[in-house]
């Protein structure tokens, strides 16, 4: 493997391109797969768990990497595509072993690993032969003392530790989309999703809740206190928020809503007293919505706000006040293509699309859909019988309900283990 660096630090492998012999781009790191060993024998580097364009997770050996080098990572080209599937004997470096309490042996003091260091002996095998720790008990302390040992120089990693953190794992995967974390999320123990979501800050939980099956974002949601649970709903949009208490016992679900914020629970009602699969159950209450005298510029400057969906960033809801939904009567919607081509200081009433008439909450999945496909939009309105304004369905959220309940999982035929 020439050309490789003897020692390489795992956490910055966290993100890293793959790429094959040509120079095109196979996926990402998002891990590496070792396999524990008896004494003290350094563990032995199985290979890399890359994530490919199709979100799927699989299994490259080490075997099959000939370069790890700064910034990136070079297969022999012949990679397997079959998801990986970690088997009992397998460790998650990454996943499992950062943010781990060990003891050095030569003091007897605790410390909490933030890097580990794996390097090829001339066997040409690859081995984690580095622990980084930094001294401190199990909190992170930013002046703790930090060393690099060897890995028989410290002990704990053969025992579960029940107060394992998560500091450093999620520095290692910081820049991660939150969709790519939810993944990362879903195919760890129960016990390490706990850990991870207590240590992110409510907006990341949120955002990586949303991108999360409803059986993992009932798991997660059901291990944090309750006032926090409650602010973390209050985060989600309100449409995610309803789907999510939806599925909480009834006794639950009204606890959360009585500790949300007023008006956040009353859009979260709101939507609940609409079928699942219609529009209405479908809709976020939050779309951007305008006066009838607002400019271009106005509306420009909303939609530039960096948590829109991009769905919901196509286009504006012009309505006569109220402008919170449900709002006045609605005039028409904005395509920001056609708000582009016109001036700033222009007002968007006169740039409207008001031909289209808009979806009524009681309409099915088929219909909203059909009604999406047909005008080629990627949102639209719905409104009451007084023609005010209710929310917007999005395209990514009628995707959710068409597709089935495992979408995120591989199909049957893919799920396989790696070769050895």
């Not at 297969?75 to 781990?100: A, I, K, Y």
């Not at 794996?118 to 984690?128: F, G, N, Y």
């Not at 997660?220 to 602010?231: F, N, P, S, V």
């Not at 939009?377 to 309900?401: C, F, I, K, M, N």
Request: aromatic share 4%.
């Amino acid at each position: 493997m020439s050309g490789s660096p003897s020692r390489v630090y795992v956490a910055r492998l966290a993100g890293l391109p793959v790429y094959d012999p040509n120079g095109d781009q196979v996926g990402k790191v998002r891990d590496v797969v070792v396999m524990l060993r008896q004494g003290t024998q350094p563990p032995r580097v199985l290979g890399l768990v890359v994530e490919v364009f199709t979100r799927r997770r699989i299994f490259l050996p080490m075997t099959r990497v000939t370069s790890v080098d700064v910034g990136h990572v070079i297969t022999t080209g012949l990679v397997n595509m079959r998801r990986f599937e970690q088997r009992p004997t397998e460790v998650l470096v990454l996943g499992e072993l950062l943010d781990r309490t060990v003891t050095i042996l030569e003091t007897g003091t605790s410390a909490v690993v933030f890097d580990l260091a794996m390097e090829q002996w001339r066997t040409r095998d690859w081995v984690l032969s580095k622990v980084a720790v930094r001294e401190g008990g199990k909190r992170f302390r930013r002046r703790g003392q930090t060393h690099v040992l060897d890995w028989t120089d410290v002990s704990g990693f053969a025992q579960m530790e029940e107060g394992q953190g998560a500091t450093h794992i999620l520095a290692a995967f910081e820049s991660m989309k939150a969709a790519d974390l939810a993944g990362v999320l879903h195919d760890l123990s129960p016990k390490r999703r706990k850990e991870i979501a207590a240590a992110l800050d409510d907006e990341r939980l949120a955002d990586v809740l949303e991108e999360l099956p409803e059986d993992d974002q009932v798991e997660i949601l059901a291990g944090l206190d309750t006032e926090r649970a409650a602010d973390v709903l209050e985060e989600m949009s309100p449409d995610d928020a309803a789907d999510l208490i939806a599925e909480l016992p009834t006794e639950t679900a009204e606890a959360l809503l009585t500790l949300m914020e007023p008006d956040e629970a009353e859009d979260v009602r709101r939507l609940l007293t609409y079928e699942e699969h219609t529009a209405g159950g479908l809709m976020t209450s939050e779309p951007v919505i305008l006066p009838a005298d607002a400019t271009v510029a106005d509306a420009l400057a909303h939609v530039r706000n960096a948590e829109l969906s991009p769905a919901l960033a196509a286009m504006i809801y012009v309505c006569r006040p109220p402008l919170e939904t449900p709002t006045g009567r609605f005039i028409g919607i904005g395509h920001i293509q056609r708000l582009l081509r016109e001036p700033p200081s222009a007002l968007v009433s006169g740039a409207l699309d008001t031909d289209l008439d808009g979806l009524r909450p009681d309409d099915s999945l088929h219909t909203v859909s059909k009604y999406l496909a047909t005008y080629n939009l990627v949102a639209a309105p719905v409104l009451d019988d007084e023609g005010r304004l209710l929310g917007a369905v999005t395209v990514d959220d009628v995707l959710d309900h068409l597709l089935p309940d495992d979408w995120r999982d591989p199909e049957p035929e893919e799920v396989d283990r790696h070769a050895p």
